[in-house]
């Protein structure tokens, strides 16, 4: 799980996402929400899936976008980890 | 309200304050929470305020630390909105 994915690998786990891109060592998305509100109902459901994942990407909230970084810090890169969480995510939004 | 206050309002603004530094035409404070629950509870509480007051900072959650980076988009710099909103959030913190 905590196994840093080669680059051919996160080609292919991007490949298999829409919206996501790579940005160094972490894969970013951003979501335009109807609202302010919204946006924050967002994070906080964001936020749900990565407590049980223990898993925790930055949040950014600008009035109603919200942009997520994901990352695994202790493998110093992405793992899969990352992807399983950006695809529960997706399914929320 | 929506007028840029100058550099030595700005200033005196920011000296009755703790914790708030200036970055260009923002002001900008971390607070570090206590977990991430904590920490998303604190954006959402942040959000409240903001809504109300219908003035919206970006709000960074990285992990346990949300950074929120205040400014007068419309007004193209700082105004008293931005201390205004600032007090409120420091008297939740």
């Known amino acids: 799980m905590n196994e840093r ?4 690998q ?10 996501w891109s790579q940005q160094g060592n972490a894969i970013v998305r ?11 109902a ?9 407590e049980r ?3 925790h990407p930055d949040i950014l909230i600008q009035y109603k ?3 997520l970084t994901l990352s695994t ?5 992405l793992t899969v980890k990352d992807f399983a969480l950006a ?3 997706d399914a929320i939004a």
Do not use: M
């Open 73 to 77: 810090h202790s493998a110093g890169g």
């Open 30 to 40: 951003t979501f335009t929400l109807r609202s302010f509100p919204a946006a924050l």
């Open 5 to 8: 994915l080669t680059q051919a």
């Open 53 to 55: 994942a223990d898993h």
């Open 87 to 89: 695809r529960e995510i």
């Open 10 to 19: 996160i080609d292919q786990a991007l490949a298999s996402l829409s919206g």
């Open 65 to 67: 976008r919200v942009t």
């Open 42 to 50: 967002f994070a906080a459901a964001v936020g749900h899936l990565a």
